[in-house]
């Protein structure tokens, strides 16, 4: 079974940047697509990006332009680099992996605090 661990969150101010790494335990290669979620205080879990097998990709609207899904087959890693950030990006951003057959893996989360 496939372990997801995404790691790179952490505080910034307002207009910084982070690289969020979701590292993969197995390949990769088995997924259907991969993708970011993230969950902010007192909402629900929403997309932030998806990136199919075939290399499609698909942003939530508030991160258009901000943000970039991307994957190293080679290193079993998914990759999330978020450039000016907002206060309101400040969420637990989750790591997901997706088959059509074995359904979804999600990782434990990793912080991400946006000061203003």
């Known amino acids: 079974q496939v372990q997801l661990v995404e790691s790179g969150g952490g505080l910034v101010q307002a207009g910084g940047s982070l690289r969020l790494s979701c590292a993969a335990s197995?390949?990769?290669?088995?997924?259907?697509?991969m993708g970011w979620y993230r969950q902010a205080p007192g909402k629900q879990r929403e997309l932030v990006a998806t990136?199919?097998?075939?290399?499609?990709?698909n942003y939530a609207d508030s991160v258009k332009g901000r943000f970039t899904i991307s994957r190293d087959n080679a290193k079993n890693t998914l990759y999330l680099q978020m450039n000016s950030l907002k206060p309101e990006d400040t969420a637990v951003y989750y790591c997901?992996?997706?088959?059509?057959?074995?359904?979804?893996?999600w990782g434990d989360g990793t912080v991400v605090t946006v000061s203003s």
């Open positions: 197995g390949s990769i290669f088995s997924f259907d697509a």
């Open positions: 997901n992996g997706y088959h059509w057959i074995r359904g979804n893996y």
């Open positions: 990136l199919a097998s075939g290399g499609r990709t």
